[in-house]
């Protein structure tokens, strides 16, 4: 009888555990930049903002290695999916009808290192980055401007995962 109540205890103890992990997890790792504080966000369940925006991200990459975490929508017309990138990073992909993507101050008044253009089955990229800092991807396909944003990226980051990026994220007007 004693050992059934160190049982249920024990659970309780991990169920508060596990929680307070996710919530730690939540806080530590904010949906945008503080340098994004006047933007509006609302959070959704999965990435289709057809209602308030009027489209929705059809197809994106999702693996054990790119994790789809939360799913917003910003200032209502870009839409963010957070990413866990296994091991330890952390990403954005920002999507938009094409002219009206919002990239946050940071990105946008950076002034990065390097600068390349390179083709991924016919669509151009644009990759953007200062070592140690913050790293970003550009493209548009089908009538939508995408962004990949990576504050701090590990060495060769960006490139390893544009081509999963660029040829699995799709977005469509509804």
Known sequence: MLSDVWFYLFWVAVALCASTGA????????????ADT???QR???????ARTAGFAISEH????????QRFWLINDNTAEIEYLIVPSGFARLRAAPAGTLDIPDSFLNGSFESVEEYPIDGITV???Q???????????KDGFDFALLVNTPE??????????FVRQ????AR
Do not use: C, K
């Not at 919530?23 to 503080?34: E, G, K, W």
């Open 23 to 34: 919530a730690l997890f939540v806080v530590l790792h904010p949906a945008t930049d503080p």
């Open 38 to 40: 006047g933007n509006q």
């Open 43 to 49: 959070e959704y369940t999965s990435p289709d903002y």
């Open 61 to 68: 990459p999702d693996t054990e290695i790119l994790i789809p």
């Open 126 to 128: 644009t990759q953007s």
């Open 130 to 140: 200062s070592p140690g800092r913050d790293g970003m991807l550009r493209w548009t």
């Open 155 to 164: 060495m060769n980051l960006l490139g390893g995962v544009a081509p999963d």
């Open 169 to 172: 994220s799709t977005a469509l």
